[in-house]
């Protein structure tokens, strides 16, 4: 079955870095486009930043230039790489996949950004 495990969230500073890492097992990763989608409280879940089994990226208007998403096909991981947090990027952090298994969706970690 499909596992998306998150992990590397928590409390940091504004203006610090973070990073997310996201597990992932039972289809074929190589094929399947990853990312993270992040929902904050009372709001709609909104696209990060995904990559496609070409390593094409694709980032929200509001991560563009602050956020960098990357995969390990060998380990099977997708991780997202967070800098100049804002407290606007505050959210629960989804790890996505897409591919022949369908649509899934880790279970989330919470990401605080608060001084």
């Known amino acids: 079955q499909v596992q998306l495990v998150e992990s590397g969230g928590g409390l940091v500073q504004p203006g610090r870095s973070l990073s997310l890492s996201c597990a992932a097992s039972g289809f074929r990763f190589s094929s399947a486009v990853m990312g993270w989608y992040r929902q904050a409280p009372g709001k709609q879940r909104e696209l990060v930043a995904i990559i496609s089994s070409g390593g094409t990226t694709t980032y929200g208007n509001s991560v563009k230039g602050r956020f960098t998403v990357s995969r390990d096909n060998d380990k099977k991981t997708v991780s997202l790489q967070m800098s100049s947090l804002q407290v606007e990027d505050t959210a629960v952090y989804y790890c996505?996949?897409?591919?022949?298994?369908?649509?899934?969706w880790g279970q989330g970690t919470q990401v605080i950004v608060s001084s």
């Open positions: 996505y996949s897409l591919g022949l298994a369908g649509t899934n």
